[in-house]
């Protein structure tokens, strides 16, 4: 057995499991690399030259080197680091003297000569190959020749044919970082982190000086907090349901339609619910790290996407199951979309359910499971989860093209009454889900927090970036909720990533890691939300509302703030806010 990073003991099987999950992105990089030879091939095939056939053998002739040598410099990074190749690791090329003074002479010596064998080696397996190959005059055979193996390297490179392009969630597997990093091709890995890094060191969103935007930054949260305890217990199960594009304009205590979720508003009547709450971002890769790890969507990139950045951040997960919880997550969905597999096991989550663990005919057309058979699945497996559990679902319905399983419960003539279907159907699917988790024992001991990974447009039509389409519900429901505050409504301004702090704080649990949450319990905190609009900056506090194009500081739309003074705190945020997630991870 061995020891990963952490310290916990790993098999042999484990490795031998990172062997078989490392497949498909072995593949994808060699696709990759087998790209453009076999366009030069191709032409050569109806336009013969020599000069194309030996382009083709020197671009091997520099490839097989150069991946050797990145190969062999993956394992003296990853024992220091702690993570794969990245372009980080490429910027100390620029510095030999100081890359080459962390070496010892004999593991240089060595390494230099690994090279030279290795390359040799390769370079004469590859000269084996025949590419003075007489190809069949043909014009059929040529061209299913190159449709065949274009399209082979075309699904090579995205994976195969699923839903979304590979990435490095495929072969994530398991809790252990260790061997989820054993299962990524460094080549790719170091690829994929380069075409994502497009990044300077620089912070394009500095405008003020680092003092003052720290400071400023730093004045919006309280060093004395005072949170109200809504609990009964320090220790119940959390059933965590994250509802796909739920608005804050369907459910009717936060002034939304009437009929579009009759449930889940009258679930309010009895639940806690912070009425006056935003998303980070648009879209659901915004909304994880923004629930669990209490990190703000930031301009430009999702921190989700960056799997060494997101490893970085407090994880609320992990800070449960260090305190005896055993952590669960149910998608109808792929998780290897916006690397959220990756993200889920590098928080500690011991069991992923996920598209393929349900039958096609519970699929919709295009993303995976409908949100019935999910919250059947969930609901039905924790009456043999052992307590205390953190159990996470992800609704999925509700999302584009907004299709269900049943009769439509409104007419539909326009994209809006869609839209209006799909939520009542996932609100309908919910009661179900309710009325037979209160019948089973875990239900006593079980906080239940509901709320959305984002706002959406519809079916009011909003403008994108008007701040009210991120408004969205966050219900805390349950038995363990004292008496007292079930039906109590806490007003002020809040947002998303404040539930990682709120949580802890109720469960009296360590939360100070978590320096961009607060507790919307708490009634000395400052109350505002920051959201990301992609493009555009939007700050909102109790009094109202401002939203700037970045690299301006003239609001676009503004409600009864006056925007001074707001605009300097909410520069100031953005500026630390992104100078942390261009040094997170990096070592």
Partial sequence: MYQDVAGAEVKLSGYLLSCYHALRLDWSASSYFIALPFLLLSINIFLPSKVLVKAAKFFHYILIPVAIILLLANMPLYQSWGTLINRRALTFIADPVEMLASVTTGMLLISLIAVVVLSVLFIKLFQKINFEKEYSSSIASSLSTFIISGGLIFLGIRGGWQLIPINEST??????????????????????????????????????????????????????????????????????????????????????????????????????????????????????????????????????????????????????????????????????????????????????????????????????????????????????????????????TSHEPFEIPRENYFPVNNESDKFRNAVRYTDDCLKTYFKYAQQQNWFSNTLFILVADHGHRLPLNRDYNDVLSHHIPLIFYGDVIKKEYRGKKFPSTGAQHDIPVTILQQLNLPYHAFNWSAGLTDSCRTPFAYVDLDQRLGWITDEGSLTYLHHSNKPEYKMNLKDTMEYKRAAAYRQVLYSEFLAAGEK
């Avoid at 004045?219 to 320090?234: A, H, I, V, Y």
């Avoid at 679930?267 to 619910?273: E, G, I, R």
């Fill in 171 to 396: 072969a994530s597997f398991s809790s252990q970082a260790l061997l989820n990093d054993a299962a990524i091709n460094p080549l790719w890995h170091l690829g994929n982190n380069i075409s994502k890094s497009k990044l300077s060191d620089k912070n394009p969103y500095a405008e003020l000086d680092v003092a003052t935007a720290n400071a400023l930054k730093n004045s919006l949260f309280s060093n004395t907090p005072c949170p109200e305890l809504l609990l009964n217990t320090n220790q119940p199960n959390i059933v965590f349901i994250l509802l796909e594009s739920f608005t804050a304009d369907i459910i009717q205590p936060l002034g939304g339609e009437k009929n579009a979720t009759p449930f889940l508003s009258s679930l309010c009547d009895s639940a806690v619910l912070f009425t006056n709450i935003y998303a980070s971002g648009r879209r659901t890769d915004q909304a994880l790290p923004s629930v669990f790890g209490g990190f703000p969507a930031q301009p430009d990139y999702s921190i989700m996407r960056f799997t060494e950045k997101a490893a970085a951040l407090p994880s609320m997960p992990a800070i449960l199951q260090k305190n005896g919880y055993h952590l669960s997550f149910y998608y109808g969905g792929e998780t290897g979309f916006s690397n959220m597999g990756a993200y889920l096991h590098s928080n500690g989550f011991e069991k992923i359910i996920s598209k393929d663990d349900f039958p096609s005919e519970n699929h919709n057309s295009k993303w995976g499971a409908h949100d019935e058979f999910v919250l059947q699945k969930q609901a039905a497996e924790l009456n043999n989860e052992k307590q205390p559990f953190f159990s996470v679902l992800l609704t999925l």
